[in-house]
């Protein structure tokens, strides 16, 4: 606007235009402060939304946050069109606090909407864990699984159950490492497990495949150490026991004839002899078809008498295992022999090989189940 003055006497005479003046008018009203305002955490993310201004002359919105409540804000978006906004440059577990404001076309700057906050979380879930695997062996199942490998990664809780799919018990919790060995179980009983994962946040991740499997007892050998029956010297093929002595076998006592060259019996005071081609055998029960068994038991050449002894081991009249030590192996040692059960109940035989006054000494038979691997 351009403007002129004159100036009037009491005659009504007008004098000239003064010099002209102009100017504009400016507005200098500020919109309303947003309402409605509210925040919404998310997993690195917080949401905000409010209610649209209504003036006429309405440009746009500026958004502030602080991470001190009512003071500090920093405007973190200007220029906003829309009446939201999402902040994704905040930090999980972290509490924000925003206001938003209006401007209008003269740029004048609404006051502060009411103030809002958020403390974004993080809600992912690690991954379920993989490559779960159950080593089997008697009276135990040792578990092994893939590290998860999330930064965020906290602990593993175990779960077992005798129910395949449901029914599960947790068996450890806050378990750091990507192993277990699991002794709380029964020969005979099959246990099904999942390994589920848990962030430093508390997510919890889906099960993993569920695997089971079943521990086996091994079979126990009566008479293991040859005690019976009891001698004093030494007995050639007794009976009435659960081994069967053939001809030139039997049991002797330490010290006897036939041990004086001998360190005493490893298990107790009596070992067996077996002497020239005889034999001695047992039928073994409580077999699992399909495992996988190793016999144990410590021999020693006669120390005082014959010459060198040789052997089979011999499971249902198949040798499974031959031994040679020599004549100078008078001290007993420790001897294995590995095969896979067919049944439940196998014949187990000690068999002479070599002709002659040559003697083997026996003692402490023994039975183990070798553990075996069920995986995904």
């Keep these: 606007y351009y403007y002129v003055v004159t100036a009037l006497d009491t005659n009504f005479n007008e004098s000239t235009y003064s010099s002209e003046a102009n100017a504009t008018p ?21 949401s905000l939304d409010w209610a ?49 404001t209006a401007l209008d076309t003269n740029a004048n700057e609404s006051s502060n909407s009411s103030e809002a906050s958020a403390t974004p979380l993080n809600t992912t879930p690690p991954a379920a864990p993989t490559g779960l695997s159950l080593t089997v062996g008697e009276g ?7 590290d998860n490998s999330e930064s965020d990664f906290d602990s593993y809780i175990l779960f077992r159950s005798t129910i395949s799919g449901s029914g599960y018990t ?76 053939g001809t030139n076998t039997g049991v002797t006592a330490n010290g006897s004839a036939f041990t004086a060259g001998n360190p005493n019996a490893p298990e107790g005071s009596q070992v067996a002899f077996v002497q020239s081609t005889g034999s001695i055998s047992m039928n073994v029960s409580g077999f699992t078809s399909g495992r996988t068994y190793t016999i144990t038991f410590s021999a020693a050449e006669r120390g005082n008498w014959g010459g060198a002894q040789t052997w089979d081991l011999r499971v249902d009249g198949s040798t499974v295992q031959s031994y040679a030590p020599g004549q100078s ?25 070599a002709w002659g006054d040559n003697t083997v000494l026996l003692d402490d038979v023994r039975i183990s189940v070798n553990p075996w691997t069920v995986e995904e």
Excluded at 26 to 46: E, K, L, M, Q, Y
Excluded at 79 to 94: E, F, H, I, K, Q
Excluded at 331 to 351: E, G, L, P, Q, W
């Design 329 to 353: 192996a008078t001290n007993y040692v420790d001897y294995t022999a590995t095969f896979t059960a067919s049944s439940t109940s196998h014949s187990i035989a000690f068999v002479g090989t």
């Design 26 to 46: 400016v507005d200098t009203t500020p919109p309303a402060a947003p309402g409605s305002f509210s925040a919404s955490a998310g997993d690195g993310s917080v």
């Design 52 to 100: 649209d201004n209504s003036e006429p002359d309405m440009a746009s919105y500026s958004v502030y946050r602080s991470t001190t409540s009512g003071s500090g804000y920093a405007a973190i978006a200007t220029g906003l069109t829309s009446s939201d906004y999402v902040d994704n440059a905040v930090s999980n577990g972290t509490t924000y606090y925003y206001v938003v």
């Design 140 to 146: 135990y199942i040792d578990l092994d699984w893939d």
């Design 170 to 245: 947790a068996i450890a919790t806050g378990h750091g490492a990507s192993s277990y060995m699991d002794y709380g179980v029964s020969n005979g009983t099959t246990y099904y497990y999942v390994v589920q994962a848990i962030d430093i946040a508390n997510n919890y991740s889906a099960l993993s495949t569920e695997l089971g499997a079943t521990p086996v007892a091994a079979p126990s050998v009566s008479n293991a150490g040859f005690e019976s029956p009891s001698t004093s010297t030494y007995i050639y093929q007794p009976g009435g026991g659960s081994w069967t002595f």
